[in-house]
């Protein structure tokens, strides 16, 4: 079993609608959580990052964690289709070092128009 | 904005080359990471670096060395390039990365690197 687990798609979303990411992870202790996106030929950047259980939102976007079920969300509400892009999932847990993150394999997103 | 920047975009090397990505930030960061990231297995951690001189082995450093002499510059030292060592190399930086809500890597631009 993979340490953090994303769906790799690709989803596809029309344009408008909300699109779901989901994430799950295996360290029960981990503390910090965060959705990366990255455009096809670029580098990750960090849209939302989120550390105790519940909603938080951000514009368009809405980060979800449930530390008792493991899982951790990201939505996006009226999707653009400047949303495509592959999204990472990643969480700082307790079994590595405090420095390392262990990322997702990433969910590609496509908003279609 | 943090700047981050990598050397090379893309860059061809041979077996058993001595191969060296340098990477400076612009930010007075304490920490910087080396990233390699392959289709289907995430970004996976090669070294990191809190501080000057200081480093730690991140999941996968066989094969690696890192070099942090200045606080603006880490470099990743491949000691002899082997075809599986082909990869798109990310380095980052980050402020703070011990808790308080203000975790955030910063990512170069990356360096495709093919070892033929």
């Known amino acids: 079993q993979k340490e953090v687990e994303q769906n790799s798609g690709p989803l596809s979303v029309p344009e408008g609608a909300i699109a779901s990411l989901n994430c799950t992870y295996s360290?029960?202790?981990?503390?910090?959580f965060f959705w990366y996106r990255q455009y096809s030929g670029k580098s990750p950047e960090l849209i939302m990052s989120?550390?105790s259980n519940g909603d938080k939102e951000d514009g368009r976007f809405t980060a979800q964690l449930n530390k008792a079920s493991q899982y951790v969300s990201l939505l996006i509400r009226d999707s653009q289709p400047s949303d495509s892009a592959t999204y990472l999932c990643?969480?700082?847990?307790?079994?590595?070092?405090?420095?390392?993150?262990?990322w997702g394999a990433g969910t590609k997103l496509i908003i279609k128009p | 904005d943090v700047k981050v920047t990598q050397s090379s975009r893309y860059l061809v090397k041979r077996t058993g080359e001595k191969v060296f990505l340098e990477c400076v930030q612009d930010?007075?960061?304490?920490?910087m990471f080396w990233y390699r990231q392959d289709p289907g297995l995430g970004l996976r951690l090669i070294y990191f670096?809190?501080?000057?001189?200081?480093?730690e082995k991140g999941d996968i450093p066989e094969g690696y060395s890192v070099s942090r002499e200045k606080k603006e510059r880490f470099s990743l030292i491949l000691e002899s390039a082997s075809t599986n060592q082909t990869s798109m190399y990310l380095c980052?930086?980050?402020?703070?990365?011990?808790?308080?809500?203000?975790?955030?890597?910063?990512f170069g631009s990356g360096t495709q690197l093919s070892v033929l």
């Open positions: 990643a969480v700082k847990g307790t079994l590595h070092s405090n420095y390392q993150l262990i």
């Open positions: 670096s809190y501080d000057v001189k200081m480093k």
């Open positions: 989120i550390y």
């Open positions: 980052a930086s980050s402020l703070e990365w011990t808790g308080g809500g203000n975790e955030k890597l910063f």
């Open positions: 930010m007075d960061h304490e920490n």
């Open positions: 360290d029960r202790g981990s503390q910090s």
